[in-house]
């Protein structure tokens, strides 16, 4: 065969690439690639060291035998797809939880597998999701959780507040509120914040409640020291947990705010154009710490003071993270069942509060369970 009649490298790895993978962009423009059936979505130009398209992509090309290429090869061919894959509709990615159809929500679990729980008006479920229903994007934050528990009868929220050291029963059920309002992608939750004496357990139980929802990886933070450090680890997870703060100023204040009820992001893409980048984040928060001083109102308004108190028997941490890592699933378990209860419960939502979709999630809580979270 002539020089002339060979298919050239590039075509090659597009007809493989557009045969293994879906190819679609975000309203952003960033264009992500995801492989058939699975729901795990990964941007075509990341270099990230939680796996890349191009890395996916010629390792697909050897173990097929399709052989191996040079790096111009894979550029051009990916330089093809990324302009086809702008011509395609525009299809969101997510970080955690995301919406579904039906009325349903899901929550990834961060596993190689895929596989996601499906929250719906009748139930949860353990599912691989439809990649045109879902699609998951995943960084170094995501952690794995384990199988959630089924018919756990509640256990495991039991078990979970008698490793945390919460001083009252209010506080335990404005911590349970929190949990549910974590797996709703479009309700804006106030950021709850640990307080107590030295010793109360209060980076302890804050990462308790972020490992419900982000996994034994899941970590406190310092907080960073300007806005796009902060807004670039508030992009790359679903819970933003800041320990140990000593002070709030104004700036910082700000952009907690923003964060909590939701903000958007513009800066410039490059030094030699004039096209823009836009980020919109919403997240939940957490924050630990034991006097910030003056906080200001419109801060103030979006926290949710969980107090502590020192516990008389002393655990070590092996100990006690053990024991956490053996409940996980059945804490998680119960937690999706009254999530499920909750969101079924018929309750009126108060027009005196300032987040008021929080609110009516706490007079649901009520109405299910007869706890008085909203007062």
């Known amino acids: 065969m002539s020089e002339d009649d060979k298919t050239p490298a590039r075509q090659i ?10 190819y679609f962009r975000t309203a952003d423009g960033t264009v992500y690639a995801q492989k058939n059936g699975h729901p795990v979505a990964r941007p075509i130009r990341s270099q990230g060291t939680t796996g890349s398209h191009r890395q996916e992509l010629m390792v697909g090309l050897y173990r097929d035998g399709v052989g191996v290429f040079n790096g111009t090869a894979l550029k051009e061919a990916l330089d093809l ?9 525009v299809q969101p990615t997510h970080i955690r939880v995301a919406p579904g159809f039906d009325g349903a929500t899901w929550l990834d679990l961060g596993r190689n597998d895929g596989k996601s729980v499906r929250i719906h008006p009748t139930g949860w479920d ?7 229903e879902v699609c998951w994007r995943r960084t170094q934050l995501t952690g794995e959780l384990p199988l959630p528990a089924q018919d756990t009868n509640g256990k495991g929220i039991d078990l979970l507040l008698r490793l945390c050291n919460f001083a009252s029963a209010e ?23 640990l307080t107590g004496p030295q010793g109360a357990g209060k ?19 310092r907080a960073p020291k300007d806005e796009e450090n902060m807004i670039t680890a508030v992009a790359a997870g679903w819970v933003t947990a800041l320990d140990n703060l000593s002070h709030l100023p104004p700036d910082l204040s700000d952009l907690m705010c923003c964060i909590v009820t939701g903000a958007e992001s513009i800066k410039r893409a490059l030094f030699t154009d004039g ?3 836009r980020s919109r984040y919403r997240r939940p928060m957490l ?16 926290l949710l003071p969980l107090r502590l108190v020192r516990p008389r028997v002393r655990r070590t941490e092996a100990e006690l993270w053990t024991e956490y890592a053996e409940i996980l699933p059945a804490v998680l378990g119960s937690l999706l069942d009254l999530t499920v209860k909750v969101r079924a419960a018929q ?6 509060l300032r987040m008021a979709d929080f609110a009516h999630l706490c007079a649901q809580l009520d109405a299910a369970t007869g706890f008085g979270s909203l007062a």
């Open 13 to 22: 790895i597009t007809d493989y690439a557009q045969a293994h993978f879906r």
């Open 347 to 352: 309750a009126d939502t108060p027009t005196d």
């Open 81 to 89: 797809i990324e302009a086809l894959a702008l011509t395609e509709d």
């Open 126 to 132: 353990v599912l691989t999701p439809d990649p045109q």
């Open 171 to 193: 506080t335990e059920c404005l911590a349970i509120a929190w949990l549910i309002g974590c797996l709703e992608p479009s309700v804006p939750v106030p950021a709850p914040f």
């Open 203 to 221: 980076s302890t139980g804050g990462r308790m409640l972020v490992r419900i929802i982000e996994g034994m990886s899941g970590d406190l933070r």
């Open 287 to 302: 924050l630990t710490g034991i006097d910030v001083g003056v906080i200001r109102p419109d801060l103030a308004e979006r």
């Open 275 to 277: 096209d823009v980048v």
